[in-house]
């Protein structure tokens, strides 16, 4: 069965159920028409036309039609004749005198219809002298007035609203031009000004749609163009960048269109549950994510086009309308350079087609002259045309080869020059290896951007340990990056840490190889060169190491110094290990991470320092913190006679594992409690290695730490570390690290309710029951195979088993739990969380003490499998 035209429709059909039936033929139809590669454009335009008509035919329904002086105008992007499936039918009832009770009270009766009929349709009822006074107020209003087209009712109506929307005293094309520009900077920051989000919204990401419409909006508000077709005409585009912008434009309708039509309800944002769907729509197909790959590459190469096409024709606006036409003054920087205002420009029209290394030659001035905002406009539509036709990389020309280098070593080049020459496409221009990455995606929920934004991010990042500032966020970064000699190694690193992804492999031993051979190339001596690939090769081991082991243990930090082998490794490679964090993910650095990676910095420092051939002395180690937490005690009116009888309770482990201040902390409250026999919880009121500490200590139970993790998830808190210790006389001495749901602290006014739930729990004996929550929706699009190894250690006391899932709720209260039912005793745990992963080691024994047999270590796998597999979202 196949819609009809509205028109079509009879009297006794204009009713909320046969209308419905209607519009739902019409979507089925508009569909499969899609599916079947019908030019987008007439859809969307044809979905338009048959709105006009149903408005047309339900207007003349409700008889507004024998009305005089009203009219019904199309608004926005239904004025422009452009709906998309799910698109907003934005509509206006204007009138030139206010309407009386009866007509409003119709006029809502027919908007409740087409409410009812489940389109989703922006209205208002206002008079001309409204429209004027709202619209002079409020730029969106202004903005849809502009695309103001009339569908049915008075033409007179109509005509005098026009000319209060045309008129220069409406809104100035000068000042509206400016609004506009501040508009787009403040929706483009919202996406952290750029294309490249994993998770992009087709309309108002940076290169999105709505850039096409800012510029249709000043160009119609200045010189009355109408279409991409008429600002051509006005000599602001060539036809080459209006076909080039018309290409952009459907290709984000086909990307829109089928999105709308694999969606319930409107939204234009390119999700991870939406992009396998959207991709097979558009015919994009292959093995695993090769589909969406495909689409993706493609979607932020448009995004990039429409980004240059918006920044270029802008700023010929700003020279038309903001500065009358009057060009600056130039002022020669070099035979091929010079500056207008705060724009650099070629100085001669084929500059770069002559001699395309003088394209990084622009660069390197920008380096120079941090007050050069940009590039000027017919500047930037020849690089565009150079970059097309090179034949071959930048980086095969000797003289360009000098100049990047010249770029990389330039202590102001990470400021701007480069984050430029990658929206500018001249990284890939130069670079093969990184024109590979360009939209290269990353299918987690740790990473937000592109394999080359995340790059360029971190190249910023590094740049940012240079000022005194960040010093509070990034101690030792700021500490150590001024004292590099060679931050050209540093830098080049940074460049290659993630240019192996997406080519199958270990992306950093792909890197490796080819960051050696770039450097060999590029002039460096071959230890230079050994030194990038050795940090492209280890650019995750800092941060493996510091959150997924122990970095407590002493052989831990002699195996990563191992690795490290000198301090000057070292400090690079903590300098590269914090960007890279920083750069994943504006949300995923914290106090957590930072503490984390000091210790490890620390630690490893001081045992290069030390030789490792002069391993630490535990047992020095083990004296000073006794005698340092002694004497603090002894100052707060305890004997001597009274810590020794307290300690002589503990054995050696307890006091590696704890700083002073924590023994001292435990032994002070240990020593007043009341009743020895009741349980003990502390929180700690100030935050401690980046979180709070939480301690508890009573009779060693079953499941206790079970207990623990469940009652701590039930309050929506987060262990990301837990030291568990057992005194000789059969006492728990446990440690949490513990965060809340935004990575925290806990706040010290919880802290009451938090220390009463957990003794209430550890006195009641009772294991407590799991917290059943639902996943997160988002969760249900990634396939984390929960993984149980178990790690070779020296000792034969205890087993390490990293463990590997989908980061469900309530995860490790059921890894608790079932360590329990397994007879597992558990002595510490570090608790990583990327993403949607859980990456956790637990370092266990079996129930008799001792390492887990073969036997014992397949079964627990087994149990762990199959318990958090219960967890995961259907």
Not at 711 to 726: G, P, S, Y
């Amino acid at each position: 069965m196949s819609y009809v035209s509205p028109s079509a429709l009879t009297a006794e059909q204009i009713n909320q159920n046969d209308l419905r039936e209607q519009l739902q033929l019409l979507a089925e139809h508009q569909k499969q028409e899609f599916l079947n590669h019908h030019p987008v454009t007439d859809l969307v335009l044809s979905r338009s036309e048959y709105m006009d008509e149903l408005l047309l035919r339900l207007w003349q329904h409700f008889e507004f039609h024998q009305l005089p002086h009203i009219s019904l105008v199309a608004v926005g992007g239904y004025g422009r004749g452009e709906l998309h499936p799910l698109s907003d039918i934005d509509i206006l009832v204007v009138s030139q005198k206010a309407l009386p009770e009866s007509l409003g009270q119709r006029v809502s009766e027919f908007i409740t219809l087409l409410w009812d009929l489940r389109l989703e349709v922006g209205h208002a009822v206002r008079t001309i002298d409204q429209c004027a006074e709202i619209g002079r107020e409020d730029l969106t209003v202004a903005t849809n007035l502009q695309e103001a087209r009339l569908l049915c009712g008075c033409e007179k109506t109509f005509n005098a609203l026009n000319k209060v929307i045309l008129s220069d005293s409406f809104w100035p094309s000068d000042v509206f031009y400016k609004a506009k520009i501040d508009e787009q900077k403040t929706r483009h920051s919202r996406y952290h000004d750029t294309t490249y989000n994993l998770e992009p919204d087709i309309k108002s990401s940076p290169g999105g749609l709505r850039d096409i419409h800012t510029l249709s909006w000043v160009a119609r508000r200045h010189f009355g163009a109408t279409s991409l077709r008429e600002m051509s005409q006005y000599g602001f585009l060539t036809d080459a960048e209006y076909r080039e912008l018309v290409e952009c434009q459907d290709f984000l309708w086909r990307v829109r269109f089928a999105l709308h039509i694999d969606l319930r309800r409107y939204d234009n944002r390119l999700t991870f549950a939406h992009q396998s769907n959207v991709a097979e729509h558009l015919g994009y197909v292959g093995e695993g994510n090769r589909g969406v790959e495909m689409m993706m590459k493609e979607f932020y190469r448009t995004l990039r086009r429409v980004a240059e096409l918006n920044k270029m024709l802008l700023k010929l606006f700003d020279q038309a309308i903001i500065n009358k036409g009057e060009i600056a003054p130039a002022e020669i920087i070099s035979n091929d350079f010079q500056r207008r205002g705060h724009l650099i420009e070629a100085r001669k029209p084929a500059l770069f087609q002559a001699r395309p290394e003088t394209i990084l030659d622009m660069f390197i001035h920008i380096a120079n002259d941090s007050t050069i905002e940009g590039v000027a406009p017919a500047t930037l539509r020849q690089l565009r045309t150079a970059r097309r036709r090179l034949n071959k990389f930048l980086h095969t020309i000797p003289e360009a080869r000098e100049k990047f280098m010249e770029l990389v070593r330039h202590p102001n080049a990470l400021h701007k020059a480069f984050s430029l020459m990658h929206k500018l496409g001249v990284l890939a221009a130069y670079l093969p290896q990184w024109s590979q990455i360009v939209g290269q995606m990353q299918f987690d929920l740790f990473h937000v951007y592109t394999v080359d934004e995340h790059s360029i991010r971190l190249l910023k990042q590094i740049n940012s340990f240079s000022y005194a500032k960040n010093r509070d966020k990034h101690p030792i970064c700021c500490e150590v990056y001024p004292k590099i000699q060679k931050k050209d190694l540093l830098i080049l690193a940074a460049i290659f840490h993630d240019i192996g992804k997406g080519r199958g492999g270990d992306h950093s031993e792909i890197g490796a190889v080819e960051a050696y051979e770039f450097c060999i190339e590029h002039g460096l001596s071959k230890p230079e060169a050994k030194l990038v690939s050795w940090l492209v090769q280890n650019h995750l081991l800092m941060s493996v190491t510091a959150q997924r082991r122990d970095i407590y243990d002493p052989d831990v930090i002699t195996e990563f110094a191992k690795k490290v082998r000198d301090e000057e490794y070292l400090e690079y490679l903590v300098c590269l290990t914090v960007a890279d964090i920083c750069a994943t993910n504006p949300e995923l650095w914290n106090s957590w991470k930072r503490t984390l990676l000091a210790e490890l910095f620390h630690s490893t420092q001081r045992a290069l320092r030390r030789g490792l051939e002069n391993p630490v002395d535990v047992r020095e180690r083990i004296r000073h913190n006794q005698q340092m937490a002694s004497a603090q005690l002894r100052k707060e009116g305890f004997t001597a006679r009274q810590i020794e009888v307290l300690w002589q309770r503990f054995k050696a482990d307890y006091f590696l594992r704890h700083t002073h201040q924590q023994i001292a902390w435990h032994s002070q409250h240990l020593l007043t409690q009341e009743d020895p026999s009741h349980p003990l919880v502390l929180i700690s009121k100030k935050p401690s290695r980046g979180g709070t500490e939480v301690f508890v200590y009573c009779k060693d139970q079953p499941a206790l730490f079970a207990t623990v993790v469940a009652e701590l998830d039930r309050r929506n808190l987060n262990v990301h570390d837990a030291q568990i210790m057992l005194s000789k006389d059969g006492f728990v001495l446990d440690t949490f690290m513990v965060l809340d749901q935004n990575s925290q602290p806990i706040e010290e006014p919880r802290h009451e309710a938090i220390i009463k739930h957990l003794t209430h729990v550890l006195s009641d004996g009772r294991p407590t029951k799991l917290k059943v929550r639902r996943a997160p929706r988002n969760l249900k699009h990634f396939n984390v195979k929960t993984r149980v190894d178990f790690i070779p250690t020296k000792s034969q006391k205890k087993t390490l088993v990293e463990f590997v899932a989908l980061d469900t709720p309530g995860l490790l209260a059921k890894v608790g739990a079932t360590f329990a039912d397994s007879k597992v005793n558990i002595h510490a745990a570090k608790i990583t969380t990327i993403g949607e992963r859980a990456e956790d080691l637990f370092i266990i024994t079996s129930e008799t003490g001792g390492r887990l047999s073969e036997e014992e270590q397949t079964e627990l796998r087994i149990r762990l499998t199959e318990s958090v597999d219960e967890l995961s979202p259907s």
